[in-house]
Structure formats: structure tokens, C-alpha cells
């Protein structure tokens, strides 16, 4: 096959990591493989495949301002000249996320000439993004959502899409995208150094002990707010005195930077037994990874998430905040994941709950104002009915960082506060037969092979499928209504 994947950029990490491995999945079968990139790679030779840049599709902020005809025009000059004919399908990332605003036509230009697409969002502005649908709207969308849809989501037989996880598929499903045209690819998974460390499994105390003195549970994470660090620093607050916790990376994102620094400030005036950014500067990133006593993650929104799968492959367990929305895929192929817990609750009394309440409100309003949905008039309760159980304690992954701050303080000034809680520190199942089957999952399940053969017959497909005009599209409203539901807010995504 002859096949264009086309994304914004190459950067190191996220979806450039995805395609990375495509890249090495489809060489190896003996497909040809061109990469159409805004920028040029970040890091140059580290893909299987030519790669060409094409600066009207990088982000909209730095991109010449060529209309979707001409970014057409250049896609379809550039896969010719490098692929020696066109396409046999274009395989797109994130093409719907606002970022590019002229890439939503270019393709569907594209899908009426003819051309074969396979659509692969791996997030989506309808989740959490309100600035980047506002955009779209205005721009591309006359200020209609069902016009949006339209250019976002069209769908005849020549357009398929792919999506990270079942949560995702059941929404495009309710939107209307047919099932034959609809599939679940999951990431394929790798670690650095995890060929080495195979055999490896946890560390004993005296292993640990190498180089440290502690027990390391680290966050391998950059930690944005949804990481939801906060929570890291609320285990390290009530830490035996083996114990002690860390993440790798700080933010990039200058709007990022003041609440994390916050928390930076607060973990030093606490004198909370954290180490953060450890992997800054590191070299051998796999030492670090060995040296943990486990891998922990306290995310309350993943697209995928790796961080539920990678540690298996260095024979270190997960430990954390469980996403059954994210890990029901990882469950049904076999993965043991019950030593993750699914709430954090806290007394309700140690907050002002009032306050609380106002501001899930606001939040509310808010995200109902940013997408033009209309408010229904149990949102509120809805969304309080899930932040608290039955003993009207709140979860600490619903909190906003002041609320956060305010626990974290209440358990450092009172020792006492802890006993309160479920558990003092996370919950872990490290048995070596648990991680020895999880591994054989992941091997079996998400590794670049299992990754070539569903994308190999996710392509069959396309090819296989006849083309037709753009007459339908997909219900983005529907998709708004169902990432927005009062059940998912976390104040930490606002």
C-alpha cells in the first residue's frame, strides 16, 4: 500500500510517538509510507518513512494563511512526487481538534474526489477544549453546531474513523458514524530499555535501596493539571517514612506554569517528602524506571492511557487512580488492574461545601455557555451526586486546586486527619504472578505487532469500501452531549 499520514507536527511524545510506531509497523510489512508534517521532525531520523513538510498544515497560529483548497493542492502535489502516484488512503490525526483550520475542508475535498481517509482523533474540542470549538464555530461553522458537524465529521463510505478506546467509538456510534465504517484502534505500546528489564520484576527494599533510601513511587508524568498532581502531594502527606513519591517532567505550557509552581511552593512549605521533575536532564530514563518501588498515576482524563499499560513491560506494578471509562478496554483483554481504586474520598466537612457546590455551578454554566448546550435542570445535582458517596464524602479527584490545598493542609497540621481516609498509602497488588500475567497481556495485546494487524485490516477495509458524495455527517452535538455530561466534570479540566 502507498499511505499518507498526515499530522500537525512531529514533536517528541504524544501523537508523534503513535505515528513513530505505525511508521516502524507498516515499513517492516513492506508498505510505502510518506509522513506530511507542519514542521519538520524534532527529531530527525526518528521516523520509518520520508517525511515532507508542508507549513500550511502546522498549527493555525504559525502556519501561512493558505485556504483549505490550496492545503488540498499541496497535499496531494507533495504524496504524488514522494509516493511516485497517489495515495491509497490518507491516515489523519487529530484533524478535528480546531487546530488547523483549513485542514477540515482540504480533507473533505479530498473524500469527494474520491480519496480513501481514515480519520483518527485523539482528542476531541467537544472534550474540554471550549476555545478551540469556539474557533471552529466561528470560522468554519457559521455559528451553527450542526454546520460544524459537517465539516468535521462527514460521512460516506470512503471516510472511516479510528478511535483510541470504546468510550470514544460508543460516542461516534450514538453520532451516527455506521459501524462499518468505525473502529477501535488502541496505541501500540513501548518502553525505553523495557527489552532489557523484561525479566525484571518489583524491586525488594533492599533493591530499592540502591542509590536511595526510600521506597520510590513515581509519577512518570508532565504534570499538566489533569495529571492532577495535587493528589500525589495527598499520598505524600500521609507517607510512612519509607515512602516517598515523584514525578518526571514539569509543563510546557506557559499557562500551565503558575499552578504548578503552586504546587512546587506548597510541597516545600509542607516539607512533603516529593521529588519533582526527576526525569529532567536524565539520561538514562530506564534507571529511573528500575528504581521505582512502582509507577503510579493520579490522571483524572486520559485519551488512551499508557500509563496503565507500560509499567508491566519493566515488571514494576500500577499504582493509583483507576479511569474505568479508559481501562474497561484494557479489563476486557485481560489486564488485572484491581489494585487501583476509583475514588479518594475525604470528609466533605474539611471543605466549605457550599463554596463547593457554587463552584461546579459555575463550571457548569460555563462549559454549557462555551458549546451552546442547553442546561438541563438536574445538571447540578448530577454532578454532585457523583462527587460524593454515600457517607457524603467528596472525591479529591473532583476538587480544583484550592480545595485541594485546603485538604493537603488539614492533613499535614492534624496527624490524626489520615484516619479519617480509606488508606494511607496507595493501594498496590504486586504479587509476581499478577505482574508476570499482565505483562503476557500487554505483550500479546498492545505490542507493534497486535498494532500492524489491526491497522492492516482497518485498511483492508477502507480499501475495500466504495466511494459515494458527501451527503451525511455525523452529529457533533451528540458527541458535545455526551463528553459534557454533568457525570464527567472534574474541576481540574475547567
Known amino acids: 500500500m502507498r499511505i499518507a499520514i498526515v499530522h500537525f507536527h512531529l514533536q517528541t511524545g504524544g501523537v508523534t510517538r503513535v505515528i513513530q510506531h505505525a511508521c516502524a509497523a507498516l515499513a517492516a510489512a513492506g508498505h510505502s509510507v510518506l509522513v506530511l508534517s507542519g514542521e519538520p521532525a524534532q527529531q530527525p531520523g526518528s521516523l520509518a518513512a520520508r ?64 480519496h480513501r481517509l481514515l480519520l483518527q482523533p485523539h482528542d476531541f474540542a467537544e472534550d474540554g477544549r471550549p476555545a478551540l470549538y469556539r474557533r471552529m464555530l466561528e470560522t468554519i461553522g457559521a455559528q451553527d453546531g450542526a454546520g460544524l458537524s459537517a465539516h468535521l465529521y462527514p460521512v460516506a463510505p470512503q471516510i472511516h474513523y479510528a478511535t483510541l478506546n470504546l468510550r470514544d467509538h460508543g460516542f461516534f456510534a450514538a453520532a451516527g458514524v ?43 508524568t508532565r504534570a499538566i493539571r489533569r495529571k492532577n498532581l495535587g493528589e500525589l502531594l495527598l499520598w505524600a502527606a500521609l507517607a510512612g517514612p519509607d515512602d516517598r513519591f515523584a514525578t518526571t517532567l514539569a509543563p510546557q505550557n506557559p499557562l500551565e506554569q503558575p499552578i504548578y509552581q503552586r504546587w512546587v511552593s506548597l510541597a516545600r512549605e509542607l516539607a512533603l517528602p516529593v521529588d519533582l521533575e526527576l526525569g529532567a536532564g536524565n539520561s538514562d530514563f530506564g534507571a529511573l ?41 484494557f479489563s476486557a483483554d485481560g489486564l488485572d488492574l484491581s489494585g487501583l481504586y476509583r475514588r479518594l474520598p475525604v470528609p466533605l466537612d474539611w471543605l466549605d461545601a457550599a463554596a463547593l457546590r457554587r463552584r461546579l455551578d459555575q463550571a457548569l454554566a460555563a462549559a454549557a455557555s462555551a458549546y451552546g448546550r442547553e442546561r438541563e435542570a438536574d445538571d447540578l445535582e448530577r454532578a454532585w451526586r457523583v462527587a460524593l458517596d454515600e457517607d457524603s464524602r ?15 493542609r488539614h492533613v499535614r497540621a492534624d496527624p ?36 500492524r494487524r489491526r491497522l492492516e485490516a482497518i485498511y483492508q ?20 452531549a455526551r463528553f459534557q455530561a454533568p457525570e464527567r466534570l472534574h474541576l481540574l479540566r475547567t
Open 51 to 114: 517525511i515532507e513538510v508542508i507549513p500550511a498544515l502546522g498549527y493555525e497560529e504559525r502556519r501561512p494563511p493558505l485556504g483549505s483548497k490550496a492545503l488540498q493542492q499541496a497535499m496531494e502535489q507533495a504524496a504524488k512526487r514522494m509516493l511516485g502516484a497517489a495515495p491509497d488512503l490518507w491516515h489523519v490525526h487529530n484533524h478535528c481538534l480546531g487546530k488547523n483550520l483549513a485542514l477540515p475542508d482540504a480533507l473533505r475535498a479530498l473524500a469527494e474526489a474520491g
Open 178 to 220: 455506521p459501524s462499518t465504517q468505525l473502529h477501535r484502534l488502541p496505541n501500540a505500546v513501548s518502553f525505553a530499555g523495557e527489552q532489557d528489564s523484561k525479566a525484571s520484576r518489583p524491586p525488594s527494599r533492599q533493591q530499592t535501596a540502591v542509590g536511595i533510601d526510600h521506597r520510590r513511587w513515581l509519577y512518570p
Open 289 to 329: 524506571l528500575a528504581s521505582s518501588h512502582a509507577l503510579m498515576t493520579t490522571s483524572v482524563a486520559e485519551g488512551f492511557g499508557l500509563a496503565f499499560l507500560e509499567p508491566w513491560l519493566i515488571g514494576r506494578p500500577v499504582a493509583g487512580r483507576d479511569l474505568p471509562e479508559i481501562t474497561a478496554d
Open 394 to 408: 467528596v472525591d479529591f479527584g473532583r476538587l480544583d486546586e484550592d480545595a485541594q490545598t485546603q485538604v493537603l
Open 416 to 451: 490524626a486527619a489520615g484516619s479519617a481516609l480509606d488508606a494511607t498509602s496507595p493501594p498496590l497488588a504486586a504479587e509476581a504472578e499478577l505482574i508476570a500475567r499482565n505483562q503476557a497481556v500487554v505483550e500479546r495485546e498492545y505490542l507493534i505487532d497486535g498494532y
Open 461 to 480: 477495509s477502507l480499501l475495500n469500501a466504495p466511494t459515494a458524495p458527501l451527503r451525511d455527517q455525523a452529529d457533533g452535538r451528540a458527541l458535545i
